[in-house]
Every structure is written in C-alpha cells, then in structure tokens.
C-alpha cells in the first residue's frame, strides 16, 4: 500500500509553504506534489501565527501524518499510520522543534499551565491560558526571542512578567550588553522584572497538576499562574541520521541547497547551507531564510543548470511593544555603537578583519534598513572605527 509523487515535501511550516508557492509558480501537474505535515493544519506564517495559510491549491496536502522513519536509497517515506509514501525528490523542511526543559535535568513540562511555543496549537494553549491568568504571574524562562517577544505580549494583557534566564543580558546570541541593556529598561518601564544569571531549578506542582511556583538554582522561589519556556530549539534531522552528511546541527546542503544525496535537499531551520558572503556554513533560524532557501531549493530542482549557488545576506528582525529592529550580517568582531541610546533610534555595526560584517538598528526607516543591508553585503574596509562611530547611521547611507 502506497502513494507516489514526483515531489514530496516534509514538514508544513514556513519553509514547506513558500517551496509549494515556488513549485506552483514554476508550474506543477495535479498530483505531482505533496506536502506531509505532523501538524493539523496547512503551511502557515509562524511569526505571526496567523490564521493566513500560505497553500496554493492542486497539491496532495497529507496533514495530521507523522513520518517516523525515511529511506534515501529506496526514495522511500514510511508514516507513522504504516503507509509508504515514495518521491523522486525530497525536499526536507521538517524545521526544530523546541528543547524542553527535561534535556536539563528539570520536570514539569506536562503541567497544564507550563507552555511552549512553537506551532499553532501551542499559540492556542498560550491564548487560553493567558485569558484565564488576567492580573496573575507569569515566569518566562529564557532570554532569546521566545522570551522576549511573549514576555512583552503577557505584560500588554496585564499579568506580571518575570524573566528568567543564565546569561548576564537579554538576546545573548545577537545584542551587545550594550543593546541588551537598552530593551531590558524598556521592558523594565513596563513592568516586567529581570533575574539573571541563574536558572529554574524546579517547579511547586498541586494536587490538580498545575505549577503554583518555580524554584530557583540561586535558592529563591517565584510564584507562577503560567510559566512559558523558550529554551531554544534543536532541528529536526533524526529521521536522517546515517544516511545524510549533517553539519552545525542540520542537515548539510550545497549551494543549491541539495544534500549528501542528490534527490534529497534541505530547506528552513533544519538545513546547513554555505553562506558565500562568510565563506562558510551556517544553519540559520529564521523566517527570511526560511522563505529564501525553499525558493531557491525549487528553483534549482526544477532548472537544475541555469540556477546559480545561494547567495544570502542573513537577516533577522523582531517588533516588541512599539520597537522594532533589524539585523543583517554577521555579529563577530569588534562593536561599533551608534545613535541615540536614550532616544529611540540606534544602532550598532560588527567590524571584523577590518572589513564591515554586520549591523543593527532600532528604530529605522525602511530606507535606513534597506540602506544598512546594501553597506553589510557590500563588506566595506574600515579602517578608523572611531570615524565610523561618529558617522553613525551617515555611513550606510553614504557607502
Ligand atoms: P517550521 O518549524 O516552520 O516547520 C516544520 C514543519 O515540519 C512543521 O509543520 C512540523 O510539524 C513538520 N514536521 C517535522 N517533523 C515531521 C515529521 N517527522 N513528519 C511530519 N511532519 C514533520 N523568525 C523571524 O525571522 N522573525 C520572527 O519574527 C519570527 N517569529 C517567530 C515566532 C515564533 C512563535 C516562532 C516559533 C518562530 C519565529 N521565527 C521568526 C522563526 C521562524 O518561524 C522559523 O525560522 C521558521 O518557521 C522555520 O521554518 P521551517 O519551515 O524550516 O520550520
Ligand atoms: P533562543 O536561542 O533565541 O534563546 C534561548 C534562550 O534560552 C537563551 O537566550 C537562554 O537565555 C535560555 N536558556 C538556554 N538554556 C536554558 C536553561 N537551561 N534554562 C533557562 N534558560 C535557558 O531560542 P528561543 O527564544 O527559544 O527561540 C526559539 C526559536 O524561535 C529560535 O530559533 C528563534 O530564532 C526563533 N524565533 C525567532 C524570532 C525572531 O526572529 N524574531 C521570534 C521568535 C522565535
């Protein structure tokens, strides 16, 4: 028993949609395509977690179906239900799923009011719980993008936020101290509170299952209505282990995004891709490439020869309460500061080898954003970085 499609596609997320937008653009017979998702709902913009699905029509849409085991040489896909589903190209978009908090030695992620966010149902949970929470307590734990971005959204609904996390300062991965220091104010001015440096140690559950308090490594105890976990994420490969070259954590692909076996590529959180402008590989989570990579992964399936290597700038943003930033580039080497960090519009450049690698700016216009990405990719040399401090934002936009 079973199905078969020229392409298949593995996962539902962002990734899954925009390659399905790419394939039917290019022009894809009835039956020839087929996005199999875990989850019960069509391709969809995680960020938002609108209800805006990405799907096109004509495709064979196998939703609520799990793949529990994969066969490169057979070009074979098993679901969990027992049906074989076989392609003649894979393309893999199956994304991260988020750590728990068990892979560090704590328990509890199964109260019903301890949340996670990473799909559409857990949006949902979060809605409900958050209505239900009004005027309560939160503990967000975590200090990444997950963290931030709910943290501002339960203070706008009005319950008491604290943020949890080991580093010395939010969004250690990307933001300065300096940055960091900026935006905790901010949220500081809102409400919410900051316990750094230290991580949960347990949780205080009731007889009904809930958690009532989480307990600290440093010995003090917050009480807790809900608790919301953004610990980060690990993508999803195992289906593919032994059988695929993996690399940085996703499965590696070359600059058409194809993997160790030519009829299978990679696309979205879960692939390793080389970024030319770095000169070396990166697996990258966020939206743009996401988008980006599943566009050019069809465009070289479909005209393999006239489509050339991935060339991508990386490109992170966020918008909490009335902020908004963007990120472009590389966040290594030395740090150029810039603008007014006591207004609303600021920034920062990475300078590395004397060449510009990187940028940040709060606050921009969309010509001043635009303009920051055209300088990061053009990787001017600088040679006097006090001279680029006083320039500020002037030097982008003159470059
Ligand atoms: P994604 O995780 O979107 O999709 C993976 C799909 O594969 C899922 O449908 C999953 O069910 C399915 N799947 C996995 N294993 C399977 C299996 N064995 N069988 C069947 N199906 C399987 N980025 C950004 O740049 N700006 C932003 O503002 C945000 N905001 C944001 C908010 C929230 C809440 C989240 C969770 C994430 C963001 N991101 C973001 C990150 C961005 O959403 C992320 O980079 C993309 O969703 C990645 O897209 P993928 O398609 O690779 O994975
Ligand atoms: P993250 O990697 O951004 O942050 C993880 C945070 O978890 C770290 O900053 C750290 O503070 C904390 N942490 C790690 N181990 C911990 C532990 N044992 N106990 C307590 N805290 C611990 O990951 P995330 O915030 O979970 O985000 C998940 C994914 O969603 C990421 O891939 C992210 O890029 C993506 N996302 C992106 C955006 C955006 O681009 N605007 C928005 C939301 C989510």
């Not at 943290?151 to 969004?171: D, R």
């Not at 440093?218 to 490969?237: C, E, F, K, Y």
């Amino acid at each position: 028993m079973g199905r078969a499609f020229v392409y298949v596609i593995l996962g539902g997320g962002v990734a899954a949609g925009y390659a399905a937008l790419e394939f039917t653009k290019r022009g894809v017979s009835q039956g020839e395509l087929c996005i199999i998702s875990e989850e019960s709902v069509a391709p969809y913009e995680r960020p938002a977690l609108s209800k805006g699905f990405l799907l096109p029509e004509g495709i064979e849409l196998v939703l609520g179906t799990r793949i529990k085991s994969a066969d490169v040489r057979r070009k074979t896909l098993l679901t969990a239900a027992g049906e074989t589903i076989s392609y003649k190209i894979l393309i893999i978009a199956t994304g991260a799923r988020a750590l728990k908090l068990e892979e560090f030695g704590v328990s509890g992620s199964d109260a019903e009011n301890v949340c996670y966010l990473r799909d559409y149902n857990d949006a949902n949970r979060i809605l409900n719980l958050m209505q239900s929470c009004a005027g309560g307590n939160a503990v967000v734990i975590g200090g990444g993008y997950i963290g931030m971005e709910c943290a501002a959204s339960l203070v706008i609904n009005k319950i008491n936020v604290t943020m949890v996390f080991p580093e010395a300062h939010c969004m250690a991965r990307l933001f300065t101290p300096k940055i960091a220091s900026y935006y905790e104010d901010y949220y500081k001015s809102k409400g919410v509170q900051f316990i750094k440096g230290t991580v949960l140690s347990s949780f205080d559950i009731d007889s009904n299952g809930k958690v009532t308090a989480v307990n600290l490594r440093d010995g003090s105890q917050l009480p807790a209505d809900m608790v919301v976990v953004g610990i980060g994420i690990r993508p999803n490969t195992s289906l593919f282990e032994g059988q695929l070259t993996l690399d940085k954590g996703g499965i590696k692909v070359n600059g058409k995004l194809q993997s160790s076996n030519s009829s299978v590529y990679a696309v979205g959180d879960v692939a390793a891709f080389p970024v030319k402008l770095f000169g070396e590989t990166r697996r990258l989570e966020h939206v743009d490439s996401a988008r980006k990579t599943a566009r050019h992964a069809v465009a070289a399936i479909m005209e393999h020869e006239k489509t050339g290597e991935f060339d991508y700038l990386p490109f992170f943003y966020s918008r909490i309460f009335t902020m908004s930033w963007q990120f472009y580039g590389d966040n290594s080497g030395e740090v150029v500061h810039f603008g007014d960090f006591s207004g609303s519009t600021f920034g920062a450049y990475w300078v590395s080898k004397g060449h510009l690698v990187g940028s940040f700016l709060e606050g921009g216009t969309k010509e001043e954003y635009n303009a920051l990405a055209k300088a990061t990719r053009l990787k001017p040399a600088i040679e006097d970085l006090a001279e680029m401090e006083r320039q500020g934002l002037s030097f982008a936009l003159t470059v």
